[in-house]
DNA sequence: CACAATATTGAACACTGTTCAATATCGCGC
DNA sequence: GCGCGATATTGAACAGTGTTCAATATTGTG
């Protein structure tokens, strides 16, 4: 009830929406109350995010790319993703906002959560390389959709509102094309 | 004054240590003072981002690569920016947390700072790629640098702490060093 | 019905951003 | 030195925040 209360509420009123006292009346309940459920408002974003990994994992997995060719497919599932961000961008925000408190690494669940999206990058770009070792595709996968990522947010947070740019799909098209053609070499 | 008290608050608590409170009490005002220089919190973080981008830009800057190989420059210039993040971490946080509220562009000088971050990364790329238009070097430089911002994210953000993970610094030489031999082609 | 085990409350504490009437300080003409 | 207008500065007030915890309410069971 919580979380989908949270969810709801960082959707209709933005991540700054979020506190503890308005997801606990959505509820019905006291602030009170949501403390013997989480430990802090952290605990709480946690299992949220959780729960938006999940939920990014099956949009990915919806929307399966038609064509069998792998840069297709690539660029696809980068396209995907980029609108998960455009469509959900509150909730999408709130993923990489929360930053653990030094020292206090992300759990193990969350962490199994986020392998599982990766793998989606490593199955597209296995066909690309099989001369290449199991590893290897695991490493490029990571660093390519980090990228993919990164270029995302920067769009997102208008840090990209400079003269002569790409859309968000462009430059995720250049990167994947331009990684692609230098892994397969 | 407040900015240079601004700066080593962040770097002192973190960025959530950052108060208007703190920030005039710090420099021997109050709250209401503050208040006559900066329109709001959200107009006091920015001006604190320019100046972090200015130090980033002063950073990279002196710290020229010693080669003249176009794909060592590349590769320096993402060590030293790695570094940066790395070295101040709470100030290079900021940076990105801060997300203006939606309809509400980023200013052009603050823009035109960003362009000069980037024109670091373009004027690196360019003897790599003699035959390609102005514009296209421009645009790689952008993805490319997004791609390795991008990275560091994730890997500050504990989004990397997966099994089999490599290094910030080897996972930015895979992503440059494929997608100028894609480049090249 | 009683009693122990849960569940829930709401007030309290120490913060936060933001506003604005009231006050203090300053520079300058006389 | 004095007065006065222009700045500069205050600090209390408002509405919110995360978090805690003694006090109360509810529940299931013997």
Redesign the pocket.
Known sequence: MALEAAESLVTTEGYKG?????VASAI??????L??VFD???DLVLQLNGRTLDALYEWLRARPALSGDPGNNLRHLAETYIAYANTETARWNVLFEYIAAEGNDLPDWYLAKLSKVFGLVEAALKPLADHRGEQEIQQAARVLWAGVHGICTLKIRHRMDLAGGQTTEQMAHMLIDNFMLGFQA
């Open positions: 979020l506190s503890t006292r308005k019905g309940y006291t602030v009170g109350t403390y013997l802090s408002q952290e």
